[in-house]
């Protein structure tokens, strides 16, 4: 009989950390913030993962994230439904739609919104997604912020029996992403039928495990939708899904030592993340072209 961890059941071996459901408002939906914690920093330079609930949106209603700022970090978005305008302060703007990429590199600083387009506002409409962020390396943390867009044709797509694997950034299973990354990471959407059985390698360096949707057990301990698995370093990890499941797997290399997390900032320096702070207070920070909302400093 299969156990859930749910409870006081217990914790497989191979399973360093279970993280449940931390549902937060953000942009007039809700999103399911598993990371960060304070019992665990990062995985591999990872730092940060918010799953945004599935919605059904009527018309009139979108997603409305205002400009707000980031350093020192990049944004993974990825949609599994629906779409999004992103808009930032060095003029990219883009709509994303499921299966593609927004890949955005904060460095020094970039400010950026994101809303739903004003066709999808128009009928009713769906919306699913995540977005993680990725720690920059010591030596990347004041670079010149950038953007990206990867059409979801670019992401390597892995076929098995009864598995579907699209790597979105990084290297896993055999393949890498043409992703441009500046430290050694996987991010992987992993659909999986009934009975499927994955196994992450221990070459993948730290390892986590998020379940979208459907659930899966690990050691013969299950876990359902809404879980994020941190595992234990080294030795090959089994994941079984019980019923179709989709899972989100990250991690990668070892980031160069602790890094600061506050509001939308992430630095190895305390102080550049008081500068921060200071400077988005002060509006100092670049405005985002066509979208001139605000949103304010967490008191």
């Known amino acids: ?18 993280i449940g459901p931390r549902r937060r408002p953000l942009g007039g939906l809700e999103v399911n913030r598993v990371w960060p914690t304070a019992r665990r920093r990062m995985v591999g330079p990872f730092i940060f993962f ?9 018309p009139g209603r979108g997603v409305d994230v205002p400009p707000h700022p980031h350093i020192g970090l990049a944004t993974v978005t990825y949609l599994f439904e629906g779409e999004m305008l992103h808009r ?11 299966g593609e990429l927004n890949w955005m590199t904060a460095g020094s600083g970039i400010v950026h919104s994101e809303r739903s387009t004003a066709e999808q506002r128009a009928r009713q409409s769906q919306i699913h997604g995540i977005q993680s962020w990725v720690a920059l390396p010591r030596e990347h943390e004041l670079c010149a912020p950038s953007f990206v867009h990867y ?30 990354t500046l430290s050694e990471l996987f991010c992987v ?26 659930s899966i057990e690990v050691e013969e301990v299950g876990y359902e939708s809404g879980k994020l698995l941190v595992f234990r370093a080294g030795g090959e990890i089994g994941i079984r ?27 190895s320096s305390a ?11 002060a509006r100092l920070f670049p405005a985002v072209p066509g979208d001139d909302d605000y949103m304010p400093l967490p008191e």
């Open 88 to 98: 930032d302060s060095i003029g990219c703007e883009q709509i994303i739609r499921p």
């Open 189 to 214: 959407e992993a659909d999986l039928a009934a009975g499927a059985l994955l196994a992450l390698g221990s070459e993948l360096g730290e390892r986590a495990a998020y379940v979208v949707g459907g």
């Open 241 to 267: 899904a019980q019923t179709a499941t989709k899972l989100m797997l990250f991690g990668g290399a070892p980031l160069d030592g602790e890094r600061h997390i506050w509001w939308n900032f992430v630095s």
């Open 50 to 58: 918010d799953h945004l609930l599935p919605a059904e949106l009527e």
């Open 151 to 180: 059409p979801a044709d670019r992401l390597p797509i892995i076929e098995r029996v009864d598995a579907r694997l699209k790597l979105i950034a990084g290297t896993a299973f055999g393949a890498s992403a043409d992703v441009a």
């Open 1 to 18: 009989m299969i156990s859930s961890a749910a409870g006081t059941a217990s914790v497989p071996e191979a399973v360093e950390l279970v």
């Open 271 to 281: 102080d550049r993340i008081e500068a921060a702070k200071h400077d988005w207070k």
